[in-house]
């Protein structure tokens, strides 16, 4: 089924949150000089015009990065990616959204390697064309062509099949973007069987994953069942702007899931996604939630192994306010606030240990950690010129990610 269209959903909240985690990503990744590749499974078409086409029809980026966009209080981790869109847009006017491949292309450097797969027709010539004009405006900078031509590979076809043949990398340092569409709900299990294969062919890579928290089965479960995946680490970040209405309608939250997470991420994180959540937040009901874990390794006697830890909280902020920092602290295995002896009551000690036996028998991973109330000047293409999204919308066809 090719019938998405990322340009439709170009900028809001949910690219927010992918995009500025993957430019973070990216961060930790340069600071060692050993090159590495960026794998993009799901690219899109690289840059999206705001200002007419599919883009303005829904406006979806009014609430993503349009709330963002004059703000001058913007914690540096979150400017740094506005400041790349505004790169983009040297008017000042908002005009173009970057996706995940020209994330990328800001912020790695030349010897690091993009490798990027896009099976639409449309959206996959428009990324090929959109970095041409990038390439055009690299060379009339004094870059060498042929260097740019090694950097970026693009093509059409199943990003999930290229990832087999490009694991491991030969610098063996690599960060993945999965992004699918997941209007058809294979992609959830599509997700999961590449993951499972890229873990065993390359285990050390940073695997980000995006995901839509939705009302159907498969997107509950999801990232349940990404936990119990072989890597060593993971964390989970989701951003919620407001509960969907009685109909269930429009994509409200998002979330991104990643395997061996730098350890810079988690602090970055906590710092700036109370402030997302007040400025994105549509309503009390706005939240964000972040967990992490660690593979649990033991033996059946109950000893664990050399990744002993069981899955640790983080710890958990309702109505964290963003100027303070802090919020009300939930702690680890309290009963959330509004449930039955949480007021005050003493906080239920963590499982201490967890055999990855037991663990697999349970079929559970732990529970959320914190919760909080309170993303060249070339000028490049439209992703999207033609055709239509048929997302589909709400709980009566829940599949959507961005409706
Ligand atoms: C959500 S969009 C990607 C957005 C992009 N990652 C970004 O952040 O700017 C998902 C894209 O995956 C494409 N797609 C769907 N199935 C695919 C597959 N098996 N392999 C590669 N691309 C696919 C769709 O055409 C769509 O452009």
């Given at each position: 089924m090719l019938s998405y269209r990322h340009a439709f959903h170009a900028g809001n909240h949910a690219d927010v949150l992918k995009h500025f985690v993957q430019i973070q990503l990216h961060e930790y990744m340069n600071q060692k000089d050993t090159a590495y590749t960026y794998i993009d499974?799901?690219?899109?078409?690289?840059v999206y015009a705001l200002d007419g086409g599919y883009a303005s029809k829904n406006a979806e980026y009014e609430t993503g990065i349009g709330p963002l966009w004059?703000?001058?209080?913007?914690?540096k981790p979150l400017a740094e990616y506005v400041n790349l869109i505004k790169e983009l847009n040297p008017s000042g006017k908002m005009r173009y959204y970057p996706g995940s491949p020209y994330c990328a292309d800001k912020v790695m450097r030349e010897h690091d390697r993009l490798r990027l797969f896009e099976l639409h027709p449309a959206d996959s010539k428009i990324l090929a064309d959109n970095f041409r004009k990038v390439e055009a405006h690299a060379a009339a900078q004094g870059e060498r062509p042929s260097a740019r031509g090694r950097r970026v590979l693009i093509e059409r076809g199943d990003g999930f099949h290229a990832l087999k043949t490009l694991l491991p990398p030969p610098s063996r340092r690599a960060l993945v973007l999965i992004d699918p569409p997941?209007?058809?709900?294979?992609d959830y299990r599509k997700v999961r069987d590449a993951l499972d294969d890229a873990l065993v062919r390359f285990p050390s890579g940073i695997y980000a994953i995006w995901y839509p928290v939705l009302q159907r089965m498969e997107s509950r479960q999801f990232a349940d069942k990404l936990k119990r995946?072989?890597?060593k680490e993971w964390l989970n970040v989701t951003l919620t702007i407001t509960t969907p209405g009685p109909d269930g309608f429009g994509l409200h939250s998002s979330g991104m899931f990643i395997l061996?997470?730098?350890?810079?991420?988690e602090p970055t994180l906590r710092q700036v996604m109370p402030y997302l959540v007040q400025v994105?937040?549509?309503?009390?009901d706005a939240t964000y939630v972040i967990e992490k874990g660690t593979q649990v390794t033991g033996t059946a006697s109950g000893r664990t192994g050399a990744?002993?830890?069981?899955?640790m909280p983080v710890g958990n902020a309702r109505k964290a306010s963003p100027t303070a920092g802090a919020g009300s602290l939930r702690l680890p295995g309290q009963a959330p606030a509004?449930?039955?002896?949480?007021?005050?009551g003493a906080p239920r000690a963590p499982v201490a240990k967890r055999s990855s036996i037991a663990a697999a028998a349970a079929g559970k991973s732990a529970r959320p950690t914190e919760a909080g109330v309170t993303r060249k000047s070339a000028r490049p293409a439209e992703g999207g010129a033609a055709g239509k999204s048929a997302r589909p919308t709400g709980p009566r066809n829940s599949g959507p990610r961005r409706p």
């Open positions: 499974t799901h690219s899109g078409a690289g004059e703000r001058k209080d913007l914690p997941y209007e058809d709900k294979q995946l072989a890597a061996n997470p730098p350890y810079t991420l994105l937040g549509k309503n009390a990744n002993g830890a069981v899955r509004g449930t039955p002896g949480a007021a005050g």
